[in-house]
Antibody
Framework: QAQLVESGGGVVQPGRSLRLSCAAS????????MHWVRQAPGKGLEWVAV????????YYADSVKGRFTISRDNSKNTLFLQMNSLRVEDTAVYYC??????????????????WGQGILVSVSS | DIQMTQSPSSLSASVGDSVTITCRAS??????LNWYQQKPGKAPKLLIH???GLQGGVPSRFSGRGSGTEFTLTISSLQPEDFATYYC?????????FGQGTRLEIK
């Protein structure tokens, strides 16, 4: 069945960068839109970004726009999140998630299933 | 942005009880509403898609209803494994938004 595994998290100082990866297996990766969602410690879920099946369309939450970049490599079945100019408030567990469909444009987004296990990003001086 | 508001924020119930969680959208989202369950330290799990569609493998004691701006998730005959946090999510338009969560605790 479909499986997602995140990697690349860790502790980083404010203002620095980090790149998360999400390895996909068990489904045809290039047929689906993909998302990043985060969860600050003890808080609720916050959607971060979406990318279309072919990588041509992307959309970001205002809280990360201009600092984070979502991308994908369909030849390697991998989703990425490049996080620059990190802030203390970016501290969270980051999840990648598969959309229910192809997502040609961001408004095509549907439900998320499955989700990865999550990876912790801690921004602290 | 579409704001999603869940009520209650927390709920205590006993095994065997039936509970209902409400999710309200700040504008009409038709039926573009999904429900997730999250247990501590785990990733969210999809329960219901498009307001009332039961995800494969999810027990039939979970049910969803609603359209427009008001939606409900009902869990009948609560089981010990159902005690968790529940989130609604709208996928009507981006940015996608979640409710703040409802924590279901054992009484």
């Amino acid at each position: 069945q479909a499986q997602l595994v995140e990697s690349g998290g860790g502790v980083v100082q404010p203002g620095r960068s980090l790149r998360l990866s999400c390895a996909a297996s068990g489904f045809t990766f290039s047929d689906y839109g993909m998302h990043w969602v985060r969860q600050a410690p003890g808080k609720g879920l916050e959607w971060v970004a979406v990318i279309s099946y072919d990588g041509s369309n992307k959309y970001y939450a205002d809280s990360v726009k201009g600092r984070f970049t979502i991308s994908r490599d369909n030849s390697k079945n991998t989703l990425f999140l490049q996080m620059n100019s990190l802030r203390v408030e970016d501290t969270a567990v980051y999840y990648c998630a598969k959309d229910r469909g192809i997502v040609v444009v961001p408004d095509d987004s549907g439900w998320f299933d499955p989700w990865g296990q999550g990876i912790l990003v801690s921004v602290s001086s | 942005d579409i704001q999603m508001t869940q009520s209650p924020s927390s709920l205590s119930a006993s095994v065997g009880d039936s509970v209902t969680i409400t999710c309200r959208a700040s504008q009409s989202i038709s039926g573009y509403l999904n429900w997730y369950q999250q247990k501590p330290g785990k990733a969210p799990k999809l329960l219901i898609h498009l307001a009332s569609g039961l995800q494969g493998g999810v027990p039939s004691r979970f049910s969803g209803r609603g359209s427009g701006t008001e939606f409900t998730l009902t869990i009948s005959s609560l089981q010990p494994e159902d005690f968790a946090t529940y989130y609604c999510q709208q996928c009507y338009s981006v940015p996608i938004t979640f409710g703040q969560g409802t924590r279901l605790e054992i009484k």
